[in-house]
């Protein structure tokens, strides 16, 4: 059966008080639709860690630095919900715009230095549309956990700092990310990539990996990060935003592999902008 879709705050208070009055764990897994094997795993994964989990559908504008991108996001409900049925989930929140950001809505969540550098630095606001809209995707629920996926590693940092921050009290769990056969990380923008497009996108992929084996092996990060930009380049894509190591837990950049890290990057295809993210391990 599938789950009632909610578009009112009221109803999602009143449903998620009823569970937590049961004693039930109740988990949010927050996205913005155009469902596909990615946030599925979140689903899968908050399913066998929760007794009620709510997904959430909004596509956020205040988190769009680009109204091309904005319009053009795809936006598939009907579609969202029966790929969501087979998983029971207890309730899909659907609201409208008007629902979450009422007239005369004024506030701004904001995460200071870790919102600095990667796609922070080349998506202005981006970031603090996201903590606005989570921080208030937390309050609303009340989830005690909340999933999210590493293929959005930088958000997944922020949103982490920001429940920390604000004795927000929900576990946030970080879920690998899901690939194609060839190594392409899903995301719902990929939908926007015509043909010669997909074939040349895992190239993003393959020159973390290639980048990745070089650093690990122990020559110099510069030149392995200079050599990935240029893979990606001849790969197809039109325009590198970055690719960067850095430390797993707070981002900052790593000249050296002397700690956990992880290889970032994000690039043009098309049109379309594709980030990406590999954990890298110390000899
Ligand atoms: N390939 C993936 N593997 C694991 N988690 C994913 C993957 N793609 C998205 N997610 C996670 O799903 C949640 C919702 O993401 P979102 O709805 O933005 O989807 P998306 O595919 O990342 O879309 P896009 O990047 O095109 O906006 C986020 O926590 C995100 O990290
Ligand atoms: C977390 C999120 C749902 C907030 O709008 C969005 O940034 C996403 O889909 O990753
Ligand atoms: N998946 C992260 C949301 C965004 O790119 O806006």
Redo the contacts with the bound molecule.
């Keep these: 059966m599938s789950a009632p879709i909610l578009r009112r705050l009221s109803d999602l208070r009143s449903l998620s008080a009823q569970w937590r009055g049961e004693g039930a764990r109740v988990a949010v ?11 599925l ?2 689903v899968r994964a908050a399913r066998a860690g929760a007794d009620r989990v709510i997904v959430t559908i909004f596509v956020n504008p205040r988190q769009f630095d680009n109204p091309d991108d904005l319009a053009g ?1 795809p936006r598939t409900e009907e579609r969202d919900a029966s790929l969501l049925a087979p998983f029971a989930v207890d309730a899909i929140y659907a609201p409208g715009p008007d629902e979450v950001y009422p007239g005369g809505f004024a506030t701004t969540v904001s995460v200071a230095g870790l919102t600095d550098r990667l796609c922070g630095a080349h998506r202005p606001g981006h970031f603090d549309g996201v903590t606005t809209v989570v921080a208030k995707l937390f309050n609303q629920t009340q989830a005690e956990l909340a ?6 590693f930088q ?2 940092a922020v949103v982490r700092r920001m429940a920390r921050d604000l004795d927000i009290a929900v576990d946030i769990i970080g ?5 194609e056969a060839d190594g392409l ?6 939908q926007r990539l015509t043909g010669a497009a997909r074939a040349a996108a895992p190239a993003l992929y393959a020159a973390l990996r290639g980048a990745g084996r070089t650093i690990e092996s122990g020559l110099p990060v510069a030149g392995a990060l200079d050599k990935a930009r240029a893979a990606i380049l001849s790969g197809g894509f039109e325009a590198v935003d970055y690719v960067e190591l850095c430390a797993a837990d707070s981002l900052v950049p790593l000249d050296r592999l002397d700690r956990p890290a992880r290889l970032l990057a994000a690039a043009h295809l098309a049109g379309v902008r594709l ?1 990406d993210n590999i954990a890298l391990s110390q000899a």
């Design positions: 897994v927050p996205t913005m639709g155009a469902l596909h094997e990615g946030h795993s979140l996001y999933y999210f996926g590493e293929k959005d958000q997944l879920c690998p990310t899901v690939r990380a899903l995301s719902s923008r990929n980030i």
